[in-house]
């Protein structure tokens, strides 16, 4: 960790709040008006919570600048309540507990590869790629003549991911999702 001053703080940069909690900042604005004292108005979002918070500061005070690493992974299985990941440099074996992982984990098979983050050798975030590929295991039959402006249909993938399709997805199909949002975004062709 290295202590800089708010001033030189920037979007993206990840601070360590005074109670330990890890923020990353959405957004600065430097107000000096005129000669009054300036003013640092911050909007952090937590990285624990996910809540996304303003705050005033000096800047010339001080504050913690937080180091992460950011490993790739590899989604190896499921053992009781933990996820089992491998690290694809050492090979070491970390799990992750599912409160952890959450539902994250619908979005990744076995052997897929993800990254998690790391701050003091501590996991606090895994990231999915922007789009995965998941084949569907469960949904209702095509109708013939179906079209793609049709009612949508739910679809269960391999993964246990639920999933609004269009009604020409059949079972066994391999279908695109977007990980941010959890929507189809496509069929993936053969």
Not at 3 to 32: A, M, P, W
Request: aromatic share 8%; with cysteine.
């Amino acid at each position: 960790m290295a202590s800089i001053e708010y001033s030189q703080v920037r979007k993206g940069n990840v601070i360590v709040g005074s109670d330990g909690q890890l923020f990353t900042v959405v957004d600065r604005n430097l107000n000096t008006p005129g000669n009054w004292r300036a003013m640092l108005q911050l909007k952090l979002k937590n990285l624990k919570t996910g809540a996304v918070t303003m705050s005033r500061e000096r800047p010339d005070n001080k504050v913690e600048l937080a180091f992460l690493d950011k490993r790739e992974m590899q989604y190896l299985y499921r053992e009781g309540d933990d996820f089992m990941f491998s690290d694809m440099e050492t090979f070491d074996v970390i799990p992750l507990n599912k409160d952890w992982v959450g539902d994250l984990i619908q979005y990744i098979k076995e052997n897929d590869p993800c990254h998690v983050v790391f701050y003091d050798e501590k996991p606090i975030s895994l990231e999915l790629p922007p789009t995965v590929n998941l084949k569907v295991t469960e949904t209702e039959p095509a109708l013939k003549g179906a079209t793609a402006a049709a009612q949508n249909k739910p679809a269960t993938c391999e993964t246990g991911l639920v999933v609004s399709v269009p009604p020409f997805i059949a079972i066994g199909e391999q279908i695109t999702i977007d990980t941010r949002t959890g929507e189809y975004a496509g069929r993936v062709s053969k």
